[in-house]
């Protein structure tokens, strides 16, 4: 953790686009319909952003629990629950559609999807279509499209997908807005959690605290958040998680105030190219690989060859996207493979190739090494 809290907070650089993300516990009473007071308290939020020079993309949760309680209940089954995310989708942008013209904003709906994200001519359409609403003054409300997204083929959780829409719109800064005061070193509700104020997107207290346990309402967790706190890093672009009710919370962070948790990104910025293939893209399996193999990707940038290649999850075809993780399994990075993954798995260990097959199974030019910060 950062004991140096104060002076290594910082606000939103000049004019820069903020991606503000809303949890659904802090949009849903306890009965799950829409909250209209935390409505109205959102749109203030947002209007308050762009106010300040900040033009900013609300990525907003809540659809599943808004459809439910519409439905009668929360369904089950994936089906039933596409249902309930389209009757919900419908009731939260009714909701934003009627407060925000109320501030002179128009918004406009986006909803996105892994398989999207995981082409890049869509990729860098969505990014244009997004940049273009900011610059003509509209509000983007973007949620995951439940109603079609099916289970391996989704995000998961809107705080990955506010991560995603981070590096889209180059924003200067990702505010994620929940029910808790930032994050904490232990589980604030059994009463021992010191809360973290400042930290670096490396540090390993963020994998301490990453096991937190989901919150009764939304489908993530502390561990969602660790995971989207770091994919924003990899952009340059900090984060700040803070309770979505704080008065003045928004006021407190465009000053480079102490609100939530503030993540320090890394010092290395990957280009759009690199940011895509890290984190637009499904990945397709998994390659494990040898501490020697570590060192000659993470320390000199090579390619990824057979012999380090221990043991792979998965069957995909040449060009698709796969993780590579070390044997303890931690993530060392992604990259897009030469081969299938049975040519891969006849050639991992070895060091000669068959002819006219590419000696490397990653080279270098299509692999993200995530390992160091």
Request: no cysteine.
């Amino acid at each position: 953790m950062d004991e140096d809290a104060g002076r290594r907070r910082a606000p939103p650089p000049t004019g820069s686009p903020v991606v503000l993300k809303v949890g659904s516990s802090s949009l849903t009473r306890a009965d799950g319909a829409v909250d209209e007071r935390a409505i109205e308290r959102v749109m203030w939020q947002v209007s308050t952003f762009w106010e300040a020079g900040h033009p900013a993309v609300l990525v907003s949760s809540g659809a599943v629990a808004a459809g439910s309680s519409a439905v009668g209940g929360r369904p089950s089954d994936t089906t039933g629950l596409q249902v309930a995310a389209a009757v919900g989708q419908t009731l939260l942008m009714s909701h934003y559609s009627r407060v925000f013209p109320s501030i002179g904003r128009t918004v406009g709906q986006v909803l996105l999807t892994v398989d999207v994200l995981a082409m890049r001519a869509q990729y860098l359409h969505a990014r244009r279509t997004l940049t273009r609403m900011l610059e003509r003054g509209i509000v983007p409300i973007v949620n995951e499209n439940d109603t079609v997204a099916i289970h391996g083929w989704k995000m998961g959780d809107n705080d990955r997908l506010a991560a995603i829409v981070s590096h889209l719109v180059s924003a200067g800064m990702l505010v994620l807005l929940t029910d808790t005061d930032g994050l904490y070193s232990a589980d604030p509700r059994t009463g021992e959690g010191e809360p973290i104020l400042t930290v670096r997107h490396r540090d390993p207290i963020l994998d301490r605290v990453a096991a937190g346990a989901p919150g009764p309402v939304g489908s993530g967790g502390v561990g969602t958040k660790v995971e989207a706190v770091r994919m924003a890093a990899w952009s340059g672009i900090p984060t700040v998680i803070a309770r979505s009710d704080r008065p003045g919370v928004v006021d407190t962070i465009i000053r480079g105030g102490a609100a939530g948790t503030y993540v320090v990104p890394g010092d290395t910025k990957l280009s759009a190219w690199k940011l895509w293939l890290a984190f637009g893209q499904q990945p397709s399996g998994t390659l494990r690989i040898d501490d020697g193999a570590v060192r000659a990707l993470a320390r000199r940038g090579g390619s990824l060859l057979p012999v380090g290649i221990t043991g792979m999850e998965g069957e995909f075809p040449a060009g698709a996207s796969v993780e590579v993780r070390s044997s303890t399994g931690v993530l060392v990075g992604k990259g897009l493979v030469t081969a299938d993954s049975d040519q891969i798995r006849d050639r991992m260990g070895k060091r000669t190739t068959d002819t006219g097959v590419p000696s490397e199974v990653i080279h270098r030019d299509r692999l993200v090494v995530l390992l160091d910060g």
